[in-house]
């Protein structure tokens, strides 16, 4: 099983390395090499597992249920709108095709590799490591602006951005890792639980120092959910929480019209408020629109405008591509049927997690728990967020976990080999070219921006934040001509 060690070491590297990878001073500084990371990892483990003839195999029920979902978002995908984009996924967001197969990867093979006791502990460490790290760099650069006014940095709008380039990712994911924190804390000999401790102490402090509603709504959640297990509550007490809580967050923004929900308000959107209830409002009537089938992964912000009308003058000027929220995003871009697809594989990984309870060892008990608070916790903070990808890696991951291993290895016939290994040599050029188009058109953006930045500042006095913020307009892609005319400049 060497090959399997080696893709289980390689694992472990993912997890540590996608939240720390970015390329400062770019304008797709954040997302674009993580993603790419990710893409790397999953053409690279068939080729691990081939080397020594195994294969998956065995497919359990539990299973079936996602290769349909993932069938289903192939089909939705080829009826809508643009199945281009569909399978790329937007320029900035990167949720295609491509990168819903990589979670499908790591979900399956995840299942699979944390039968290791000692993978387990490797993963967890990795995931304290690369999140404490973060929180670091999150803590600093809240200390340098706050305290010290340094505005030399980077910040999302006057916000912590660490090395994910949105406070709201940067949030869920280190809520996300304190489950797995948690659980080497418990598990940890005196001298460890010093260290541990302090890890968790400064990702908590990371946690705050982002201001972000979603990550503090997220605490909320693992600190219910957590104590549901301590008190060794049932499936019915977890299903009822997330119910009763989601309802309530939905029903606020119609019981109370107050700034906090409804409006995002920042440095540069203080000409263009992105208005959350009317969003959502309007993503309601894209699905009544196009229930079963949706308009497509990643063709949200296509089909948008179709429902935006002369009196939305907030949304008129941006390019809207979320509802920032999750269920009402897949029922949008995949229908009701995708979304009811979603619900269901998710709730038989957690019917399943809490079947294994029982007869799972201490330590295996502990890490279901864990990936059962990061699962739940993922979908209540994105009842209020846009996801990204380090977040849905550990949501993948954890899923994984929690359904455990149903899978096994057979030896496969060397025809069969030779197959995998030239769609693998196929998927590594296909990615390479992605790169090397993505490398230029990010060229081409920065080209065609520069004057137009250059020109906003040589023509209206900007204060250092807002000069500083202003490429972050072309990241949102509000028009030009539109921000000109609310600067005053015709």
Not at 57 to 85: C, D, E, H, P, R
Not at 441 to 452: G, K, N, P, Q, T
Not at 458 to 481: C, E, G, H, M, T
Request: hydrophobic share 55%; net charge positive; proline share 3%.
């Amino acid at each position: 099983m060497a090959s399997l060690s080696r893709t289980s070491w390689l694992f472990v590297f993912l997890v540590f390395a996608l939240p720390l990878v970015f390329f400062p001073y770019t304008y797709l500084a954040f997302e674009m090499p993580k993603v790419f990371l990710l893409y790397l990892f999953t053409v690279s483990t068939p080729f691990l597992l081939l080397k020594s003839g195994y294969r998956l195999g065995n497919f359990s029920k539990v299973y079936l249920l996602y290769l349909v979902f993932f069938a289903w978002i192939i089909l939705t995908a080829a009826l809508g709108l643009s199945f281009g984009q569909s399978f790329l996924g937007s320029y900035f967001r990167w949720q295609g095709i491509i990168t819903w197969i990589c979670y499908f990867v790591l979900f399956f093979i995840s299942a699979k590799l944390f039968e290791n006791p000692h993978f387990k502990k490797y993963t967890c460490y990795a995931i304290l490591i690369a999140s404490t790290v973060t929180a670091l760099l999150a803590i600093t650069q809240f200390a340098l602006y706050w305290f010290d006014g340094n505005t030399t940095q980077l910040l999302y709008n006057r916000r912590v951005i660490s090395t994910f380039g949105q406070p709201n990712f940067l949030g869920a994911y280190l809520v996300m890792s304190l489950p797995f924190t948690w659980l080497l804390l418990k598990q940890a000999n005196l001298k460890q639980k010093g260290l541990i401790g302090l890890g968790l102490i400064i990702i908590i402090l990371g946690i705050l120092s982002t201001t972000s509603r979603s990550a503090y709504l997220g605490l909320i959640f693992l600190a219910l959910i957590w104590g549901i297990f301590h008190y060794r509550l049932l499936l019915a007490g977890i299903i009822a929480s997330i119910i009763l809580l989601t309802i309530l967050a939905n029903l606020f923004p119609l019981l109370v019209f107050n700034e906090w929900y409804r409006f995002k308000i920042d440095t540069t959107s203080k000409w263009t408020a992105e208005n959350r209830l009317l969003i959502a409002q309007r993503s309601v009537q894209l699905v009544l629109q196009k229930p079963l089938t949706g308009y497509g992964l990643e063709n949200f912000s296509l089909a948008f405008p179709a429902v935006v009308n002369s009196q939305d003058l907030g949304l008129k000027d941006i390019v809207v591509d979320s509802s920032h929220n999750l269920f009402l995003d897949l029922a949008v871009q995949l229908g009701l049927v995708g979304l009811g697809l979603f619900l269901a594989s998710v709730s038989s990984a957690l019917i399943t997690g809490l079947k294994r309870l029982k007869s799972a060892d201490i330590e295996s008990q502990q890490l279901i728990k864990a990936a059962i608070c990061v699962v739940i916790t993922f979908l209540s903070m994105h009842q209020f967020s846009v996801v990204s990808v380090v977040p849905m890696v550990l949501f993948w991951v954890s899923l994984g976990i929690i359904t455990g291993p149903a899978l096994a290895y057979h030896a496969i016939s060397k025809l069969s080999r030779n197959i995998i290994s030239l769609a693998g040599i196929s998927s590594i050029i296909i990615i390479s070219l992605l790169i090397i188009q993505t490398i230029r058109a990010d060229i081409l953006f920065r080209e065609a921006s520069a004057y137009e930045v250059s020109d906003i500042h040589r023509s209206i006095k900007l204060d250092n934040d807002a000069i500083k913020i202003a490429p972050w307009i072309y990241f949102y892609q509000v028009r030009r001509d539109f921000l000109l005319k609310q600067l005053g400049y015709n």
